[in-house]
């Protein structure tokens, strides 16, 4: 019986973690198509894949795909798309032209919940089979349904979260960003991050990732930290309004330069030989892109009740 409890216990935390995994999966999933993730796997996937990812289909098995389900625990869901996307190798298409990206990430989730659900029959199976872990076979199985699966739901989710925290949707889904996000819209060049944003300098779907590399969880201990306390300020303090945001320290110019470092528009601008010896000032930090009356309006969402925006936008 207390073998049972114990069995008990492990399978509650395992389904803990791979309920965890799941809802990872259902917030990046993106709206259903018209044509259901699962019936686009069945219909071009499934006669190399199998139905259930092994592989071990006659075409799998002469192509010698790998089992999906191993995949799933070796890439990242921006890998695998990328996969779907170009193809590999002579054995597997390219489904770039045929299907959406929004059809392709579908078809990563079906095989990630099919993972999920792997792992929580095996959970299952080794609390109410006690009786399993009595052998060396058993004890593999336990092993592999109570730790090693487990793992990988953990790092499988972690991966996925730090992928999709890196899109301009996820940073603009904090109410309190939401001004920050219009401005990125305003008509008018002056306006630094709507100018880059606009003309494509920097890739839409990760524009204030592109600027912030060294933001919170995607800096150093200190940046990390920062991160956690505004997590804590949302949801137990005093949110502050948009417009008193401010940065922790000036903006580095090396965001700048990850982009216009020995871009030749940017070497050769008029505006950046006003001094002899500027380009090589602003290369080592010892005057600011933001400042010296040069890139100084940013995002300025004090005064987004006055601007005017682009109509012609596309939607994000």
């Given at each position: 019986?207390?073998?049972?409890f ?5 399978v ?17 999933s ?10 686009i ?5 499934a006669?190399c894949h ?6 071990k289909t006659a075409?799998?098995k ?18 695998m ?5 170009d193809?590999?190798?002579k054995?597997?298409?390219s ?15 079906i ?22 872990t009595?052998v ?15 793992l ?7 991966s996925?979260h730090?992928?999709r ?10 109410h ?9 819209y ?7 991050p709507a100018?880059h ?5 920097v ?16 800096g ?5 930290m920062?991160?956690v ?9 005093a ?18 330069f990850?982009?216009?470092l020995?871009?030749?528009r940017?070497?050769?601008?008029s ?10 000032k ?7 892109c933001?400042s ?5 309006i940013?995002h300025?969402?004090?005064?987004l ?9 596309p939607?994000q």
């Amino acid at each position: 019986m207390r073998g049972m409890f114990r069995n008990l216990a492990g399978v509650g935390s395992v389904l803990l973690l791979v309920g965890v995994r799941a809802a990872f999966i259902a917030r990046a999933s993106a709206p259903r198509a018209e044509r259901s993730a699962e019936d686009i796997y069945l219909d071009k996937c499934a006669v190399c894949h199998g139905k259930d990812g092994a592989g071990k289909t006659a075409k799998g098995k002469k192509s010698k795909v790998k089992d999906l389900r191993e995949t799933l625990g070796k890439m990242s869901e921006a890998e695998m798309i990328k996969v779907v996307e170009d193809g590999k190798g002579k054995n597997m298409d390219s489904y770039k032209k045929e299907y959406s990206k929004e059809q392709i990430k579908s078809r990563v989730v079906i095989v990630e919940i099919a993972f999920v659900a792997a792992a929580a029959l095996l959970a299952f199976l080794v609390a109410f089979r006690a009786e399993l872990t009595r052998v060396r076979g058993g004890k593999v199985l336990a092993f592999v349904a109570l730790f090693i699966l487990p793992l990988l739901a953990v790092w499988g989710g972690f991966s996925e979260h730090m992928e999709r925290a890196q899109s301009t949707r996820f940073c603009l889904s904090c109410h309190v960003m939401e001004d920050y996000g219009r401005s990125l819209y305003i008509d008018d060049p002056s306006y630094v991050p709507a100018r880059h944003f606009q003309n494509n300098f920097v890739p839409r779907d990760r524009a204030c990732y592109t600027c912030h590399t060294d933001y919170t969880m995607f800096g150093g201990v200190k940046s990390k930290m920062r991160g956690v306390r505004h997590i804590w300020v949302y949801y137990f303090g005093a949110v502050p309004k948009p417009e008193d945001i401010k940065l922790y320290h000036p903006y580095n110019n090396r965001e700048c330069f990850h982009c216009h470092l020995g871009a030749r528009r940017y070497e050769e601008a008029s505006e950046h030989h006003k001094q002899p010896d500027m380009l090589a000032k602003a290369a080592s930090g010892e005057i600011s892109c933001m400042s010296s009356n040069c890139h100084d309006i940013i995002h300025d969402v004090g005064t987004l009740k006055d601007a005017s925006f682009w109509k012609g936008a596309p939607e994000q």
